[in-house]
């Protein structure tokens, strides 16, 4: 199968308000390329020096989704074009993703990723702390960041129960901290699903998933 067939089969599949984010992460430009060529425009990368370098040889109608955990150090070098930033997880990030925006005149579309597995290497906020942050004063101040809803990772797990149970935490997160919306927080994604189980979280109510090895097949870390 082609990348053009896999991308065609996938969309053919999911309902038609879910949005699909294509993982190019690892993957050559000549692959995106053919991704973009199929008429694909969303691409999610993991590392913001690789999303950097893409997205300087492509096409400049693509969107990009940082969708890998976030160093506040490396922000500065994507706030000029990021789309949106999936793996906000705590406040300090917030902040200076705000500040790199205001630079560049622009307000970044930001995720709040909550902590919905069980195992330990996966980053993430609780429910508790994203409704502080929502609440605090500190955040009404950030005027050029736009949260447009949450993001969670569920465990690496064969058990669907579980997979399901984790998801379904992030879906009533999500529907409890809707009451707080305000000018910078617009909740409208719930991003959850990837390659193996992005049907079940489109069962579970995602909004956005993550497809990378559906799409252009297995990953080659050892370049």
Same mark, same amino acid.
């Given at each position: 199968?082609?990348?053009?067939?896999?991308?065609?089969?996938?969309?053919?599949?999911?309902?038609?308000?879910?949005?699909?984010?294509?993982?190019?992460?690892?993957?050559?430009?000549?692959?995106?390329?053919?991704?973009?060529?199929?008429?694909?425009?969303?691409?999610?990368?993991?590392?913001?020096?690789?999303?950097?370098?893409?997205?300087?040889?492509?096409?400049?109608?693509?969107?990009?989704?940082?969708?890998?955990?976030?160093?506040?150090? =490396?922000?500065?070098?994507? +706030?000029?074009?990021? &789309?949106? /930033?999936?793996?906000?997880?705590? $406040?300090?990030? %917030? !902040?200076? @993703?705000?500040?790199?925006?205001?630079?560049?005149?622009?307000?970044?579309?930001?995720?709040?990723?909550?902590?919905?597995?069980?195992?330990?290497? =996966?980053?993430?906020?609780? +429910?508790?702390?994203? &409704?502080? /942050?929502?609440?605090?004063?500190? $955040?009404?101040? %950030? !005027?050029? @960041?736009?949260?447009?809803?949450?993001?969670?990772?569920?465990?690496?797990?064969?058990?669907?129960?579980?997979?399901?149970?984790?998801?379904?935490?992030?879906?009533?997160?999500?529907?409890?901290?809707? &009451?707080?919306?305000?000018?910078?927080?617009?909740?409208?994604?719930?991003?959850?699903?990837?390659?193996?189980?992005?049907?079940?979280?489109?069962?579970?109510?995602?909004?956005?998933?993550?497809?990378?090895?559906?799409?252009?097949?297995?990953?080659?870390?050892?370049?």
């Amino acid at each position: 199968m082609s990348i053009k067939q896999n991308l065609q089969t996938i969309k053919s599949s999911i309902p038609e308000h879910i949005t699909l984010v294509a993982v190019s992460k690892t993957k050559p430009v000549s692959d995106i390329m053919e991704a973009y060529n199929a008429g694909h425009k969303i691409f999610g990368e993991n590392k913001v020096q690789d999303m950097v370098e893409k997205y300087e040889q492509m096409p400049k109608d693509i969107l990009w989704h940082m969708i890998g955990h976030v160093q506040r150090n =490396k922000v500065k070098y994507m +706030a000029s074009f990021v &789309s949106l /930033i999936h793996g906000v997880d705590n $406040f300090k990030l %917030l !902040k200076e @993703i705000n500040k790199q925006a205001k630079k560049h005149n622009r307000i970044i579309d930001c995720l709040l990723q909550i902590k919905i597995a069980e195992e330990d290497s =996966k980053f993430g906020m609780s +429910a508790e702390d994203a &409704s502080k /942050i929502l609440f605090s004063e500190a $955040f009404s101040a %950030l !005027k050029n @960041i736009n949260i447009t809803g949450v993001m969670g990772m569920a465990t690496f797990t064969d058990n669907e129960t579980q997979i399901k149970k984790e998801f379904n935490t992030l879906k009533s997160t999500f529907d409890s901290l809707k &009451s707080y919306e305000k000018f910078n927080f617009k909740p409208e994604i719930i991003s959850m699903g990837m390659s193996g189980d992005y049907k079940l979280a489109i069962d579970c109510g995602s909004t956005m998933i993550r497809v990378g090895s559906s799409i252009f097949g297995a990953r080659n870390y050892s370049n």
